[in-house]
């Protein structure tokens, strides 16, 4: 059993010093985790790209991919055309197949469109069925870790890393920096998690909403 990590998600929680918290909050140790083949290429930690993290992240960055492990480099069997799909690329093709193929397995992803494409893809109905449940959206894994480590904890992480930027649905939730509050941050990541939700044809893992009902972020 095994967490799929695609590049986007590995970046973004390393960039808020969350990666190791936010795997465990999602019930996986480092050892469990398997991340795409060209993650060190495109993270500028191998190869001739430069790297544009910071010296802690690239820290964080190497112990994990010495910790966790690379997944194979192709997608598996019937999904091999995966990536044709619109919306779906390369490396998303390889983590949707082999977590599909791998029981009890879950891909935390960042590419919503990825997601939406797959559940509107007739060539994906297989696929959809099988990872019913078992697909992970960034905000899902910040909710847990808040639950994990406690909101202001996460918090403080996020906003201290001073890289809002990174993500929308990040900066919607904490823009007000160490003002920001529980139920308005937690609100706004649950409402994305919420209208995701309704059009992921049931690959979400279940989330239980805590912080109301509002209309959708912007």
Known sequence: MSLFLDNDVLAKLASWDLLEDGIQACGFALADVRYLPTAPFWLGLAGKKKCSYPPEVQGRLRAFLAAAQACAED????????????????????????????TGSFLATGDKRCIRAVANAPACERLVSLLGGRVLCLEQVLLRAIELLGFEAVKKRIVGSNQLAMDTAVRAAFGSGMQADAINACGSLERRVKSLASEAAGMLAPHEYRYGDEPTDP
Do not use: R
């Open 75 to 102: 997608p598996a069997g019937e999904d091999s055309e995966l990536h044709k799909v619109d919306n779906i690329d390369a490396g998303e093709a390889i983590l949707l197949s082999q977590a599909a193929c791998s």
